[in-house]
């Protein structure tokens, strides 16, 4: 894998991490998530305005997309509601990267190299480790984050595939971004309606913020999934728990334990094999 590639996914691990470590401090998730997404919605709807459309054969992975990244958010919310972030997070991000190297040898024909399935199988340890209490798997939220875990592998599946066939990933990236801001809102006024989506209340300018960086961190993934395999930047992403134990414990006041090191010395041999 190029090291240009694997610096960008690093970076957008870290975003990924900031804005996931930015809805878990809310106190209504639900709400910060769709006001996020009406940011993604705005920012891709204006960067759209300027790009030609992708090529047809990619509309429908991006239309695909958008709804799984619906039920991912709505399971994500829900693990958040139950649970830590560094005990729902790992679960969530550390159960996709095999998954989608399974799914993506079915539907992309994608084949993996020993190390490189060596790096992504320990990284993918390591990061489920960090949600060990002792030797129990003990998190509230496990059916949620396994859930979420598993939209994780179908959106960056179905986005791989798109990416692929759009012949631009940034127009890509901002089409499906748009459908997916624009769906998540009009789930939440479905639930609780348009006047409690807007009102203004603490946290709302973070929200926004927190969508822009979203943003910024799925587009570089996008983009990553359309030069190199699709596990590989998977795991390599989903590095983004690292950066996730680390502002828990300094910002959510979160444990950092012996095990949680060790578990991220582990990822951290898995981006060196990978790498």
């Not at 809310?26 to 790009?51: H, P």
């Amino acid at each position: 894998m190029p090291g240009y590639i694997i610096s960008l996914t690093l970076f957008a691990a870290l975003l990924h991490a900031s804005w996931n470590a930015l809805l878990r401090g809310g106190t209504d998730k639900l709400w910060s998530m769709s006001i996020m997404c009406v940011s993604i919605a705005i920012a891709s709807v204006v960067i759209a305005l300027f790009l030609a459309p992708p090529a047809k054969a990619s509309w429908i992975y991006a239309g695909l997309s958008a709804v799984l990244h619906v039920g991912y958010n709505l399971c994500l919310v829900r693990s958040y509601q139950m649970g830590e972030l560094g005990q729902n997070y790992p679960i969530a991000r550390g159960s996709s990267p095999l998954l989608i190297t399974f799914a993506a040898s079915i539907f992309a024909g994608e084949k993996i190299a020993m190390p490189t399935l060596a790096g992504i199988v320990l990284i993918s340890s390591g990061i489920v480790a960090l949600a060990f209490r002792g030797r129990r798997l003990a998190a509230p939220g496990l059916p949620y984050a396994l859930a979420t875990g598993c939209f994780i592998a179908a959106y960056s599946v179905a986005d791989g595939i798109g990416v692929r066939l759009s012949g631009d990933a940034l127009a890509y990236t901002v089409w499906m971004c748009a459908l997916w801001g624009v769906m998540m809102p009009a789930v939440y006024i479905s639930l609780r309606g348009t006047t409690h989506l807007f009102t203004l209340r603490p946290g709302f300018i973070l929200s926004l913020i927190g969508g822009l960086v979203s943003l910024l961190a799925y587009g570089i993934v996008i983009y990553a999934m359309s030069a190199a395999p699709l596990g590989a930047v998977s795991a390599l992403r989903e590095t983004s728990v690292l950066f996730a134990a680390l502002m828990g414990y300094l910002f959510l006041g979160e444990r950092l334990t012996p095990r949680r090191v060790l578990a991220c010395g582990v990822i951290a041999l898995g981006i060196l094999i990978i790498g």
